[in-house]
């Protein structure tokens, strides 16, 4: 398993989570966990997803996340599970 942090954030807007979902859906990325939230109109997600069956490597799959946030208007980081538990370890 090669577990990916998926973060999503901006103004709420249809469309956020189908975007996103039809992207990993159609590269063969499962989603593991999906949490999110609307505070104040302010729309933020964060998954865990196994990029194993992916064809595409980490950074081209960070990328073109990073593209569709801009379409839909979202910040969306993708960080690999490994370092985001070394950033965030106390």
Excluded: P
Excluded at 3 to 26: F, M, P, Q, R, S
Excluded at 40 to 54: A, C, H, K, L, P
Excluded at 55 to 77: M, N, R
């Amino acid at each position: 398993m090669k577990k990916t942090i998926i973060t999503v954030v901006g103004h709420d807007c249809v469309g956020i989570i189908a975007k996103v979902c039809t992207y990993l859906a159609n590269n063969k990325i499962n989603i593991l966990d999906i949490s999110q939230t609307i505070v104040s109109g302010y729309f933020n997600m964060m998954m865990i997803v196994d990029t194993i069956e992916s064809s595409k490597d980490f950074s081209q799959l960070a990328d073109e996340l990073e593209e569709i946030g801009k379409e839909i208007g979202v910040v969306i980081k993708a960080q690999r599970e490994d370092i985001f538990d070394m950033m965030h370890r106390l």
